[in-house]
Structure formats: C-alpha cells, structure tokens
C-alpha cells in the first residue's frame, strides 16, 4: 500500500463539451433581469395569477386521500393519457394511449427524443433561429447543426429543408415548432405544413413538432400540427407547463407505439419515470371539466395583453421598428432600426430604465448568425398596466439609440 | 419542388447505443412479478402504509395557499437546501448550501453527474455487482466498465481499486454505494472508507458516493459517509424516495460549489429545473419538525421486517445457502447451493409458488460476470405475516430445486 501525499491530478476533467456551456454574457444580463424592481418582459412565464390553485390544493387533497398508490413507485398514470388523447383530438389529432408517453415537461420531451435519435457528433436540423431549450438539449452530443431560416410569415424555409434533404443530409430529426413559434411568434402556413410533413416521410428523417403553445391561440381555431398528417414520422411534443402550471412538470409526447419501450428505458435512466403525484393531481384536475373554460380564461386574458402591448408599441416605439401580431403563444418579435443592437440596448433598458428584454440573436443556433436589431418580448407575465409603462419605457431607451 | 412519392427509408434510424437497451429476459420476468397476486421480493419498494400521507397533505395545502411562487417557473428551493444542510449534519457532514444541488431524485443525480463526467466511450469504475440503476445511466455513453469486486464483509474491494489506479486508469468517476449496498447489504469498512477517499485524492479521480440509505440503519448509528473525509472530489448522492416518498421525486447532491453552474446548465436541458411545487412540499414538511420521530418509525419497523425474514430464511431456506444480515437499507443477499441457477428458479418460483425475487446475477456490471445462484430479497414492501408466507414458499422452491 503506497503512501499518497500529493495529488497526481489538480482538478477533475470534466466531459468536454462542458467548456461550451459556459455561462454567456448574454445569460449574465438576463440574471439582471431577474432584480427586484425591473419589469420584464424577459422571459416565458405564464402570468400565475391565472394558476388555479384552488382546483389543484382540492384536486392533491383528493388524490392523497382516496389513491393508495399517489406516493409509491408506479409506472405511467393510464387514466392521464387517456385525457391526453381527448385533448389531442381538440387540436385535430387522432392518436391511442399507447402512443402518448407521459413527460416531465416539453424539456424532458426533447431531451428524451434527442437521447433517442441522435449519435455524438450527429447532424441535426434547427431553424437559425430557435427556442433555445432546444439548443441546450443539443451540446453534449456536439452535434453538426444544419440551419434553414425562417419567414416571418409563413414560417420555417420548407424548399430550404428539401434542398439539404434532396443533397443527401440525413439528420436524426428535425425539430419545429409550428404553431406560435418561440421566439418568432409566426405559425407555419398550411401549404407548408403539408409540404413539411412529406419530406419527413419521403426522407425518412423524424420531425419533432413542438406545440407547446398549441392550446393558447387568440384568433380562432389554428391549424392542426403536423402529426395530424403522419404518425410515424412526427413526434409530437405538448405540455401542461403553459395552459396548467410550470411547476407540475408534465408534458407528454405522441410518438409511434414501438418507440415507448425505449423512451420508458431512457426516462428510467432519467429520473425513474414515477412522478405518480403530479400525474395523479392532473388527471383528476381533467377529471373535473374544467380545463376547456380555464382555456377560455387563459386565451382572453392573453390576446387582452397581446393587444395592450401592441398598441402600446405603435404608441412609444419609433418610426423604424416594425412586428407582427402573433395569432398565439407568449411572445411579440420586434425588429428595430438596423442601426441598434439589442445587446447593448438590453444593457441600457436595464440600467436607465429597469426593463427587460431579450435580445433576439440569442436566439441563434449553431453557427448561424442573425441580425443583432430584434428583440423577443414576452405579453403573459405582466399585467396590462405594468406593459403600458414597460413599453412606454423601452420605448424611451430605443428613441434614444436610434438618435 | 419533386413529387415525393416513395418512401427513401422505411425505419426510423435510433441512436447505435439503443441496440443494447433491448428489454432483456429477465426485465420481462420482472413484469411478470407485478402481476396481482405474486408475493414479491423483487423491487425496492419503502412501505406505502407508512408514508406521511396526511403530513403532506397538509403541507401541500400550506404551500399553495401561501407561497405564490409555488407553482411558478423559479430556482431552487433554498430554504430546502438549508434544511439538508441540517440532515447532512446528522450523518457526520459538514456542507454548505452553496454546495446542495437539488435533484428530481438520486436517479437524477446520478444522471446529471454522469452527463458532467463522462465523455462519450469514456471510463468509469463500478463494483461486479452494483445497482442497475447506474448501469442504465451509463448505457447511452457505450463507456469502458473497470471493476472490481466487494467483500460482503467489508465492501468494495479498494485494494483493486489502487491497483486500476496505480496501472493508469484514470476513470471519469468511481461509483460507491458505502453504506447498505444496494444489492448485497453490505456496508463499507472504516478502514477502506478513509482509503478510498485517499485514492480518489491521489489520483484525482472523482468518488459519486449514493447514500440513499444512509438513514436507514437498524443498528445504532452507521459510520459518516467518505464525503465527510473529501469535499473536493466526493460528489454525494441523497434522496428523500426512500425515506419520505418516491413519487415526490426529491432528491439531492453535495459537490464542490465551483460545479453547480454546470449542473444547472444540465439539469436545465433535462427538465428545465423548476420543480418548485414538490421541493417547497418537502420543505414544508421538515418545517413541522416531524422527521426525525418519522425515521424511528421507518427503522423500527424496517428492522422487524428484516428479523422476521432473517428468522423465516433460517427456518424454511435449506442448508447449502447462506445470507449476512444487513446492518440498514432494504435487501438481503442470498447465496444458494452452487448448482442453482437463480433466473430459472425464478421462472420456478412465480409459476408454481406465485413469489417472487431477483436473481443476483441481473446486477452484473461491464462485461464482469457472477456466480449464478444469488438472489436479491427485498423486506421493507411486504408486512411480517406476508414475509413469512413469501419465505415459506420460496424455501419450498429452492429445496425442490436441489434436490
């Protein structure tokens, strides 16, 4: 046995795609952002005085007190997908319990899916600008990022996505988020949604749909996601997180049924796969019926936001700037005058005037770069006053750059 | 645009490491022992009958009552943090908050360390016989498995480990479970504890010790976890599944403080870290005070579970087989006669006895292999009445089978 005085190694290596995933400037400023005191229209939170606690502190009452099994280890909540196959129907969509695999949540969703599909150092397919969820997803594996851009109106580049396919690309998936996308607001056109799901199939490369923002649309029915096309070649990601609350941590994917038995292995290497309670507490808060008048709820608060901070940036931005009304989700995308970066403006907004942005090329993936003068704000998570005096503000801040 | 007609591929291509996650025999006998009516040994279930469940309750009807944030995206709990700062005081460590990083369960610990750690195709150190439960995490990495063996007397045979060392392996991670190991019962020596921490020093080789039943000791106070010797490079797995309840999905790590950045950025990618409901629920329940009188229940009763099996074996298991009794956690390791294949036996067992174990050889590590007539018993999910009953049947089985 030999005497060990001084360490042969300092510090622990650790695995090498950690050097990327250092903390950036930009995630620094939105740390600032979380000050007491700023108003943010930063990040995606659902606005929690619309959480309807009540339901749920009855529903958690109920399961502890009537289900023997709420705490212990138990595999996936039966009653739970069959609520989801309901709901799935209310968005255009048929599909079995035995396609619907229970999530913690859309991020668990793609973090199983990418788990799944996609090799160490395998390509995948993103729009250059992308829900950043996503993107963290994706750096362990330091994947080859492939990118096609994304019209402001009618969505992601489909001809862009068949001239990679048709010159022998063949990523492990390609992720979309076709109804009020995040960060860009626009839903993808029905032409193209068609067109979409025919290069999945014709190439037989999955697509991941990520409609989390599905359920919350403010001008009348939207299109149906793209699963209601295909089920074998699209993936369906929802979640409880926007239209219950974040913190229940549940989502599902709709996939083909012979893929469950691996995502329940994966999931099982996750987390075990036996968040039984929060399950549970869902499935009896559907059991009520009361989801379809709290959707209601949610959708007329929101578009009454939506059209509040719209109106306030015709008032306060300046001639230069320019956004689309998005007919869904949590977000208005604003480019400015060309001259701006939004960087530094966020630094500014949030010093002079304690409001808070995010910058849209933070937005960027792979090595795609984008225009530095856009800007994502979020409408869900302040009331209708404090976006009145947000916008009034960065409105201020912007007037003053563009000088 | 092409008209795209037939398919190019007709399967969805899955990641290579998913080849090897195929359902094995012996998971598909697991299944077989969920049936209703099978008396079963095999899962590491804690007794559901004594969960706090009204204590939670309450709890939860606290919590949302009271805490806005509760079902909000938000960071991690402090006060629970503080809370473990306390408990880990009890078992002989001394840490600070800063170096608590809370998890969805040990499961998740396990799997965000490994993301940390390991490189694709990299090295790990295991034990021959280790929880499945790491092994799945390791999977999707396709890692090189260095092993050694453990004494059921003493643990993991720490000598080898030196001489892996010293030779110039240089593992991502050693992985100890020091106190009741999960499956053979036994507990580290003082001796090899002080070693290993040495060693992992030495070498610079991180030590992720799981300590998930460290307060489950039925036999005075257990010796303090070998992170009380190291906080460099000692990364402690806790949980609250075993002694709370597992469907809260509340778990814990204590590493070096300078780690947990990465660890967020990890376990943001892996469910976006907001599990704020189930973290306040758990830190509401140690607010009342009631933990340390629910673990003297636990171990009270835990204990005579395991005496009433350690008696039923010695009355109704054959010569030839052999067993140590476990000083805390919820198994015990039986040794059969050497000409009993125990994965037959359990075919045996669940069709004409209707009870059910784990053969020891399923928890076989790398490429290590094991001597074939072990089994796994678990005590803490069956009441006495039933332990006696399943071991009286088992007993049957096994002097049939040799005979």
Redesign the interface.
């Known amino acids: 046995?030999?005497e060990?005085?001084?360490?042969?190694?300092?510090?622990?290596?650790?695995?090498?795609w950690?050097r990327a995933?250092e903390?950036s400037e930009l995630r620094k400023m939105l740390s600032i952002t979380m000050r007491p005191g700023i108003l943010s229209f930063a990040?995606g939170?659902?606005a929690?005085d619309l959480?309807p606690?009540k339901a749920?502190?009855d529903a958690?009452?109920h399961v502890?007190?009537t289900d023997?099994?709420?705490?212990?280890?138990?595999p996936p909540f039966k009653r739970l997908k069959s609520h989801i196959v309901t709901l799935m129907a209310q968005r255009g969509v048929t599909c079995r319990e035995e396609q619907v695999f229970l999530t913690?949540?859309a991020?668990?969703g793609m973090?199983l899916l990418a788990?799944?599909?996609?090799?160490?150092g395998?390509e995948v397919l993103l729009e250059q600008i992308s829900y950043t969820?996503m993107q963290?997803?994706l750096?362990?594996f330091q994947p080859q990022i492939l990118t096609v851009a994304t019209d402001l109106k009618t969505g992601m580049d489909v001809?862009a996505v068949?001239i990679l396919l048709?010159g022998g690309a063949?990523p492990?998936f390609i992720y979309a988020m076709t109804e009020s996308h995040n960060p860009l607001g626009v839903s993808l056109s029905a032409e193209k949604r068609v067109?979409l799901a025919?290069?999945g199939?014709?190439?037989?490369?999955?697509i991941v749909e990520d409609d989390v923002y599905g359920f919350l649309n403010y001008e009348g029915k939207p299109l149906p996601p793209i699963r209601s096309f295909d089920d074998k070649?699209i993936y369906y990601i929802g979640s409880f997180s926007k239209i219950l609350?974040?913190?229940?941590?549940v989502g599902w994917l709709v996939v083909?049924e012979d893929?469950t038995?691996?995502l329940s292995?994966?999931k099982?290497?996750?987390?075990?796969d036996?968040?039984?309670?929060?399950q549970r507490l869902v499935s009896a808060y559907l059991d009520t019926g009361h989801l379809d008048k709290h959707l209601e709820t949610l959708r007329r608060e929101y578009r009454a936001r939506r059209d509040t901070m719209l109106r306030a940036l015709g008032e306060h931005f300046p001639e230069g700037a320019s956004w689309l009304k998005p007919t869904g989700g949590l977000f208005i995308w604003v480019e400015l005058d060309n001259s701006i970066d939004a960087g530094a403006l966020l630094q500014k907004a949030v010093e002079t005037e304690q409001v808070a942005f995010v910058p849209g090329h933070s937005f960027c993936s792979g090595n795609s770069s984008y225009k530095k003068n856009c800007m994502r704000l979020n409408f869900s998570n302040c009331t209708s006053a404090q976006i009145e005096e947000g916008i009034a503000r960065l409105g201020r801040v912007v007037k003053n750059a563009s000088r």
């Open positions: 046995m030999l060990l005085v001084q360490p042969t190694v300092e510090e622990v290596v650790l695995a090498n950690t995933a903390a990040l939170l659902p929690r959480f606690t749920y502190s958690v009452q502890l007190a023997g099994l709420a705490l212990q280890y138990s913690a949540g991020q668990q973090n788990r799944l599909l996609l090799e160490h395998g969820g963290i997803v750096e362990p001809d068949e048709a063949h492990a067109r025919e290069l199939r014709y190439y037989g490369v999955p070649w609350a974040p913190a229940l941590r083909p893929l038995p691996k292995f994966v099982d290497a996750t987390d075990l036996c968040a039984t309670l929060s």
